[in-house]
């Protein structure tokens, strides 16, 4: 357990609010992930970080952002919300030494 | 670039009975190979990983893989499901001392009926 929390666990916004999702790991990991889990897609790589200010993108990262300012903290931005970017957000770190991600509990999001 | 094929998207079976969930991946390059099992309403958790040595790999709860090179495959097996086994569970791969970043199966969705 690598003590990965997210916050909020649920939200429901609005088309075109900005929306913050924050997670947050106590074990100083180096590498932290943002996933979105939809049916039929499986997990699917927005963003991660392999460092304090160091980002790159993942494989469906067209509106969302993000930024890590401290090695426990990295933030997932949706500048303008949509209806197809209410899913599942699930944050994850890994051990390096042991190549084993940690997930967070998940942050249920809805865009009406 | 890597792949995950998770051949079946639902395998119902009964208690007791034993269970095959099929993975198959593509890449250029050597690669790790992770399960994982994600129970209603939570984040997903390690059940094994191939990381190198025998191909044969146990994991929690009594599943266990085995990393079959020449077919691309790493099925999970269980000889006996429970009740409680049921849950989504998701094959990954990655790049073998490459940066940690695992490409992801669509997941199999296992239903154990008593």
């Known amino acids: 357990d690598a003590g990965i929390t997210q916050s909020p666990r649920h939200k429901v916004t609005e088309t075109g609010t900005p929306v913050t999702l924050r997670c947050h790991q106590t074990e100083n990991h180096r590498y932290m992930y943002w996933y979105r889990q939809d049916p039929g897609h499986g997990l699917r790589l927005i963003h991660y970080?392999?460092?304090?200010?160091?980002?790159d993108k993942g494989e469906v990262s067209d509106g969302y952002s993000v930024s890590r300012s401290k090695t426990e903290d990295f933030l997932l931005t949706l500048e303008s919300a949509t209806s197809s970017q209410t899913s599942v957000y699930f944050c994850a770190t890994v051990a390096g030494d042991r190549n084993e991600q940690f997930f967070g509990p998940g942050t249920r999001l809805t865009v009406l | 670039a890597q792949s995950v094929t998770q051949l079946d998207s639902q395998v119902p079976v009964f208690e007791e009975a034993p269970v095959e969930l099929r993975c198959n991946y593509s890449s250029s390059v050597s690669v790790y190979l992770f399960w994982y099992v994600q129970y209603p309403n939570q984040g997903l958790q390690l059940l094994l990983k191939?990381?190198?040595?025998?191909?044969l790999v146990k994991g929690i709860n009594g599943f266990e893989a085995e990393f079959n090179k020449s077919q691309t495959s790493f099925h999970l097996r269980k000889p006996s499901v429970h009740i409680s086994d049921t849950a989504e569970y998701f094959c990954?791969?990655?790049?073998?001392?490459?940066?940690?970043?695992?490409?992801f199966g669509r997941g199999t969705s296992l239903i154990v009926h008593p």
């Open positions: 191939y990381l190198s040595g025998s191909t």
């Open positions: 970080s392999y460092g304090v200010k160091d980002t």
């Open positions: 990954a791969v990655s790049e073998a001392g490459g940066s940690y970043i695992p490409t």
